[in-house]
């Protein structure tokens, strides 16, 4: 099993980043995908999560609005689209898989919101 995100750096306030995590190793369509992020010295929270028909989504509050989840079942990937970003969206973002028992962690990736 393997979730390898892809498409951090470091963007200006107000910049956009589309970040993805590719996905293999398990029936990608049956497992919930979800993206976390951790900030230095905070715990790691949910960003956004999309089911495995990709039908319904839910962000937390600070992403509606600029952040979309979405995912290609066909490539296995899951994106989230971040515009409008802040220097509090700075953070290590993880990708999730989940699927009653199993739980699938990616190795994040780093983004950084600064001018």
């Known amino acids: 099993v393997q979730l390898v995100e892809s498409g951090g750096g470091l963007v200006q306030p107000g910049g956009s980043l589309r970040l993805s995590c590719a996905a293999s190793?398990?029936?990608?369509?049956?497992?919930?995908m979800t993206w976390f992020r951790q900030a230095p010295g905070k715990e790691r929270e949910l960003v956004a999560r999309?089911?495995?028909?990709?039908?319904?989504?839910n962000y937390a509050d600070s992403a509606k609005g600029r952040f979309t989840i979405s995912r290609d079942n066909a490539k296995n990937t899951v994106y989230l689209q971040m515009n409008s970003l802040k220097p509090e969206d700075t953070a290590v973002y993880y990708c999730?898989?989940?699927?009653?028992?199993?739980?699938?962690w990616g190795q994040g990736t780093q983004v950084t919101v600064s001018s």
């Open positions: 999309i089911s495995g028909a990709g039908r319904t989504t």
């Open positions: 999730n898989a989940l699927n009653l028992g199993w739980n699938y």
């Open positions: 190793g398990f029936t990608f369509r049956e497992f919930v």
